[in-house]
């Protein structure tokens, strides 16, 4: 069974300074896709950056930047330059084949990022 | 540009009485189209999902389930709420083929409190 792990549940992190948010996830299926996600305290998800499981480089997103380790099946999100703004809660997640030609995302339980000024 | 609209935003519910959150998709056809729920402070869970009219493919067993009557319309219901059914409640969408980089985009969430 496909499963997201996240094992930091709170972070602080000073202004400036990079910050690196932890995700393993397990699958047998040779096909997939990794994703990074931010909840600010509004409630909304914002998509940050994609990886593809066949993707030979690691993805960039401007201040974003995913390192995709497949061996280790890790992915990895790495901040760089860290603002106030960027204080939320930040979900791995991965997607799995679904019914027909659909595909799922499942979620890891997330980490609350908190930038000290 | 696609857009996505769930409503209402927050809720207060008793316990025993029925639900209806309603989401909207425009800007694309056939979109697959996603409820999760988010307890407080933990992760998303993927309740239901559908790739068609009247396709509905349920994760979790629960008091809740959802409909689709139209191509871009899904409806969250529940007859009766029980406590537990208290969290923020997502819709989303995709076009087909997540593993080719198209992602989920999520609507505003709707707060609901059973009481």
């Given at each position: 069974?496909?499963?997201?792990?996240?094992?930091?549940?709170g972070?602080f992190?000073?202004?400036?300074?990079?910050?690196?948010?932890?995700?393993?996830?397990?699958?047998?299926?040779?096909?997939?896709?990794?994703?990074?996600?931010?909840?600010?305290?509004?409630?909304?998800?914002?998509?940050?950056?994609?990886?593809?499981?066949?993707d030979?480089?690691n993805?960039?997103?401007g201040r974003?930047?995913?390192?995709?380790?497949?061996?280790?099946?890790?992915?990895?999100?790495?901040?760089?330059?860290?603002?106030?703004?960027?204080?939320?809660?930040?979900?791995?997640?991965?997607?799995?084949?679904?019914y027909?030609?659909?595909?799922?995302?499942i979620?890891?339980?997330?980490?609350?990022?908190?930038?000290?000024? | 540009?696609?857009?996505?609209?769930?409503?209402?935003?927050?809720?207060?519910?008793?316990?025993?009485?029925?639900l209806?959150l309603e989401?909207?998709?425009?800007g694309?056809?056939n979109?697959?189209?996603?409820?999760y729920?988010q307890?407080?402070?933990?992760?998303?869970?993927?309740?239901?999902?559908?790739?068609g009219?009247g396709?509905?493919?349920?994760e979790?067993?629960?008091n809740?389930?959802?409909?689709?009557?139209?191509?871009?319309?899904?409806?969250?219901?529940?007859?009766k709420?029980?406590?537990?059914?208290?969290?923020?409640?997502?819709?989303?969408?995709s076009?087909?083929?997540?593993?080719?980089?198209?992602?989920?985009?999520?609507?505003?969430?709707?707060?609901?409190?059973?009481?």
């Amino acid at each position: 069974a496909q499963k997201i792990t996240q094992t930091q549940p709170g972070m602080f992190v000073q202004e400036k300074e990079a910050v690196t948010l932890d995700c393993t996830y397990d699958t047998s299926d040779p096909s997939y896709g990794l994703f990074w996600y931010k909840q600010p305290s509004s409630g909304e998800m914002i998509f940050l950056i994609y990886q593809g499981s066949y993707d030979q480089q690691n993805a960039t997103e401007g201040r974003y930047s995913l390192n995709f380790q497949k061996a280790r099946k890790s992915a990895n999100l790495v901040i760089s330059a860290s603002q106030l703004g960027d204080s939320a809660m930040y979900f791995c997640a991965m997607s799995r084949p679904g019914y027909s030609s659909a595909s799922k995302i499942i979620f890891g339980s997330g980490t609350r990022l908190s930038i000290r000024p | 540009s696609q857009t996505i609209h769930q409503w209402p935003a927050t809720l207060v519910q008793p316990v025993g009485s029925p639900l209806s959150l309603e989401c909207t998709v425009e800007g694309t056809s056939n979109p697959n189209l996603y409820w999760y729920r988010q307890a407080a402070g933990r992760g998303l869970q993927l309740l239901f999902y559908s790739v068609g009219i009247g396709q509905i493919s349920s994760e979790v067993p629960q008091n809740l389930s959802a409909s689709r009557p139209q191509d871009r319309q899904f409806i969250l219901s529940s007859k009766k709420l029980l406590l537990s059914d208290s969290g923020f409640y997502l819709c989303a969408w995709s076009v087909l083929g997540l593993a080719s980089g198209n992602t989920i985009y999520f609507g505003e969430g709707s707060w609901l409190t059973v009481v």
